[in-house]
């Protein structure tokens, strides 16, 4: 009689009420594995009904039976010793608790296989491991249910042979799926890309895959000794067979990078013990990657970088040098402004005073004209530090690109000395672009000289023009380090090239060629990449230099394609009459005199301020229209930009005419600014300002009323 079940009669239920009184069911666990042990007292003990003991195997099991009768015993099937179904029939043999009912877990034998088994030892059910919960509960209750009835047990012989079987078949088909897991180990090993080796305790290879003896050699690819260690740094050596060998140090080395000798490739390694179950070192395996791709990645990345800070470096040199280019400019300009127009004011009293009856004193004009011409050199060589300094963007109307290549073409080609020949190669139907013919005529002309002074011998210049589409990856095809100048965004341009086949430029002149005053000393002033560079830029455009030496040199200005067509050339604007109002504000009084003499003269009526309070101070004691502001744009105290938006609330009609002798009037820190319209650089002449005004102010323009 089982403990679980009260005298005189079973339970109906593995826990309930018989007799009046509450019983719990007690069930063995039989199991190898504690795992699996645990697992399953934690969910039988959640039912609540039932009590749990435990067995480690077989033998266990049946010295707890003796002590304990269980009202059930579930076991699993395959286990060291006896296994479950050998336990199962020792239960059955026994005297007392021979009618224990039984029920076998099994997760290596299928219910089917072992049905002839289970009924030969006397196993009441089998079921597969793992189950689902309620399936067990439902197995365990049917069992506990049930009358206590052994169930058949086969002679010992019959028992044996059929245990036997099973166990064979199930020794053969475990064998052929570790036969199938190795060789499919094997294939994974023999086709991976990283060199693996794998030692027994002894350190002695057992197993070398192909990638290792390509990467070090066949040597360190033999198996049956130590010649694995071949591949490995030769410092590092002692280490690893000290652990290969004995197991000794950590179970894990990362052995870093290294280069082998004699060798390209670039070679890191980690080192793995292998131990048993049981904690027993059992060998070792190690793995050594080819990462000579991501090294050679990681130099390039790094010169990359330098070649980035290089190139980052060169132009916060240019951009000092145009700051300073641009403040001494500035300061020039405002002198040689003073002395044009006092020498135009001059000309002009010698030609009144002379008198048509009076024979002009020839000395006097010869002296005027001189100081004129100066004066015009120093003027442009001025505006070319201006244009070298700049950072704006002038708005320019669309042109015609051609035409304006052809005259600088005639131009250039009547000064070519002989043996030099210009091939002209224009695209025809090219698009308007966003440039100005002063642009344009400064990069020919630079370029077309420089090209000149690269064929002493002789030899072709090339003008061409293009239309091109520049996307993303030609952006940075076209900024590589054999450029000198910024690549132009993605975008439509049209393309102007001046290439020769001379000498060409080395790499360290063609990475100073657009500084100021950099020549390669052939007598030139160092002032003309520059200057063209400043022009292509101030129109939106861009310069790029190619060159090698031997190969020749191609300089190419791209200017962008206009979205509408060149406006139609009309007469020109006619003379502005008198009786207009034209108020001045500069902040240099030399200067700002003159102008007003000037102006005067012209036949305007003029007011005069020396800064922006000041204009505003005047304009409200001036009650009539004022036609015109002709401002300074940088001046202490108010900007010109800001006396204008003032006037302008006050004074909707008045027209504004800036002027600067700044290159970048109001930017502000690297970033490229729109110049204010329409700007007036300085210095200019008396004839340049009654351009200007003609422009802005037409003939029959109403003026407008006055003050709001």
């Known amino acids: 009689m089982r403990p679980g079940v009260p005298m005189g009669g079973r339970c109906s239920l593995a826990a309930g009420e018989c007799d009046g009184v509450v019983m719990m069911a007690t069930l063995m666990i039989v199991d190898d594995d504690a795992g699996n042990r645990m697992m399953l007292e934690l969910l039988l003990s959640s039912h609540g009904r039932y009590r749990i003991v435990s067995a480690a195997d077989g033998r266990q099991a049946l010295a707890i039976i003796d002590v304990e009768l269980p009202d059930l015993v579930i076991t699993d099937a395959l286990m060291p010793g006896l296994d479950g179904f050998q336990l199962t029939r020792e239960i059955r043999r026994r005297p007392v608790g021979g009618d224990i009912p039984v029920l076998i877990f099994s997760g290596n034998y299928r219910a089917a296989d072992v049905a002839g088994l289970a009924e030969a030892c006397g196993a009441n059910r089998v079921l597969p491991k793992p189950a689902e919960p309620q399936e067990l509960f439902a197995a365990v209750d049917t069992l506990l249910a049930a009358p206590a009835v052994a169930g058949p047990v086969a002679s010992t012989d019959e028992f044996a042979a059929r245990h036997l079987r099973v166990v064979t078949d199930q020794l053969a088909a475990t064998a052929y799926r570790l036969r199938l897991t190795e ?15 794998l030692t027994d305790a002894q350190g002695c290879a057992l197993y070398a895959n192909p990638a290792l003896s390509r990467m070090c050699g066949p040597q360190a690819g033999r198996t049956g000794g130590l010649d694995w260690v071949e591949c490995l740094p030769q410092a590092q050596r002692p280490a690893v067979l000290e652990q290969a060998c004995r197991g000794s140090g950590p179970d894990r080395q990362e052995l870093g990078r290294w280069q082998p000798r004699g060798s390209d490739r670039w070679l890191d390694a980690r080192v793995q013990s292998v131990r048993e179950v049981t904690g027993a070192y059992a060998g070792t395996v190690l793995v050594v990657n080819d990462v000579t791709a991501a090294v050679v990645a990681v130099e390039q990345e790094e010169a990359d970088h330098r070649r980035r800070m290089l190139e980052h470096a060169r132009w916060d040199r240019l951009d000092s040098l145009r700051r300073m280019a641009s403040g001494v400019a500035h300061d020039f300009n405002n002198a040689l402004a003073s002395v044009l127009g006092y020498a135009d004011l001059l000309q002009e009293n010698v030609e009144h005073d002379t008198g048509p009856q009076r024979p002009a004193d020839e000395e006097i004009r010869a002296d005027l004209r001189q100081l004129t011409a100066a004066a015009g ?39 070519l000395p002989a043996g030099v020949t210009l091939c002209r190669d224009l695209q025809d139907g090219l698009p308007a672009a966003r440039a100005t013919a002063e642009a344009i005529g400064a990069f020919l002309h630079q370029t077309g000289g420089n090209a000149v002074a690269a064929l002493p011998g002789g030899g072709v210049i090339r003008l061409a023009t293009a239309v091109v589409d520049v996307a993303d990856d030609l952006a940075d095809d076209v900024a590589d380090g054999s450029q000198t100048s910024a690549a132009p965004g993605p975008g439509r341009y049209v393309r102007v090239s001046v290439t020769d086949n001379g000498v060409g430029m080395p790499a360290q002149v063609l990475t100073h060629a657009v500084e100021p005053f950099f020549s390669t000393g052939d007598g030139r002033s160092g002032l003309g990449l520059p200057s063209a560079l400043g022009a292509v830029q101030q129109v939106g455009g861009h310069l790029t230099l190619e060159s090698a030496p031997g190969r020749g040199t191609s300089a190419h200005a791209y200017f962008p394609v206009a979205a509408d067509p060149p406006p139609p050339s009309g007469p020109a604007p006619a003379e502005a009459p008198g009786g207009r109002t034209i108020l001045v504000v500069d902040d240099e009084p030399d200067l700002l005199a003159v102008i007003v003499r000037m102006l005067r003269r012209d036949g305007y009526t003029v007011l005069s301020a020396a800064d922006g309070p000041a204009a505003l101070k005047a304009v409200t004691h001036h009650q009539e229209p004022i036609d015109c502001l002709l401002t300074d744009v940088v001046m202490p105290g108010m900007l010109g930009t800001d006396l204008a938006g003032r006037l302008s609330t006050d004074r909707p009609a008045i027209r504004v005419l800036y002027m600067s002798g700044y290159a970048d009037p109001v930017a502000d820190g690297l970033h490229a600014h729109r110049a204010p319209e329409p700007l007036l650089t300085k210095p200019f002449t008396r004839s340049d300002l009654r351009a200007a005004l003609d422009r802005l102010l037409p003939a029959g323009a109403p003026a407008g009323p006055g003050p709001a």
């Not at 530090?385 to 051609?402: D, H, K, W, Y």
Request: charged share 25%.
């Open 183 to 197: 060789e499919q180990l094997q294939r994974i090993a023999d086709a991976a890309p990283v060199g693996i080796v």
């Open 377 to 415: 050199r120093a003027r442009d060589l001025a505006a070319i530090m201006l244009r070298f300094g700049s950072r704006l963007v002038v708005a320019t109307p669309p042109v015609e690109v051609n035409p304006i290549v052809r005259n600088e073409a005639s131009a250039l080609e009547r000064d």
